[in-house]
T-cell receptor, first 115, second 116 residues
């Protein structure tokens, strides 16, 4: 169990550019979540994958955001035409099985700064 | 609507003091879980404890204990004999069964500072 891995740890980009983040969940965890955390706030849910299927997207996930999880393994989160308001920490989490009691395991996050 | 409230923004204690972090939640679901996570400066959220909606028995695990009361919708977390390494932001989270995704709804967090 090597934990949830996220890359890059930090991303600085200019407004209007596209960015892509990667998340490698704990192997054999079929549930994968993306959250966004702004300064001084708790994480907010963005989207959920069960294996390769994206089953839920938050209203926070505008058309500029897209997430994929090909083959049910790693996941990517892409933001197109970044805006100042996209600056945040993007957290990925994974969990095993289908039971509500299984806690989610989080990665270290990717901190995005928009210049 | 689902909601988690952590009214304490920041708490400072001296090492070895006990400290209780408060959490109040709102949900219409009858099946749910409550969790506490710790977020050190490195950023990773670390799972601490969980409690389901059908079990109000309070427990102790090492220096951690929790008090779950459905009547007041509270899930408070206590650290006994605090240590400097306990300094972090602590989040309470609610996970409901009705959606099937078991996504978390987090509170805004409580920053704990333990002074040597």
């Amino acid at each position: 169990d090597t934990g949830v891995s996220q890359n890059p740890r930090h991303k600085i980009t200019k407004r209007g550019q596209n960015v892509t983040f990667r998340c490698d969940p704990i192997s054999e965890h079929n549930r994968l979540y993306w959250y966004r955390q702004t300064l001084g706030q708790g994480p907010e849910f963005l989207t959920y994958f069960q294996n390769e299927a994206q089953l839920e997207k938050s209203r926070l996930l505008s058309d500029r955001f897209s997430a994929e999880r090909p083959k049910g393994s790693f996941s990517t989160l892409e933001i197109q035409r970044t805006e100042q308001g996209d600056s945040a920490m993007y957290l990925c989490a994974s969990a095993p099985g289908q039971a509500i009691n299984q806690p989610q395991h989080f990665g270290d996050g990717t901190r995005l700064s928009i210049l | 609507a689902q909601k988690v409230t952590q009214a304490q923004t920041e708490i400072s204690v001296v090492e070895k003091e006990d400290v209780t972090l408060d959490c109040v939640y709102e949900t219409r679901d009858t099946t749910y879980y409550l969790f506490w996570y710790k977020q050190p400066p490195s950023g990773e959220l670390v799972f601490l404890i969980r409690r389901n909606s059908f079990d109000e028995q309070n427990e102790i695990s090492g220096r951690y204990s929790w008090n779950f009361q459905k009547s007041t919708s509270s899930f408070n977390f206590t650290i006994t004999a605090s240590q400097v390494v306990d300094s972090a932001v602590y989040f309470c989270a609610l996970s409901e069964g009705v959606s099937g995704t078991y996504k978390y709804i987090f509170g805004t967090g409580t920053r704990l500072k333990v002074l040597a």
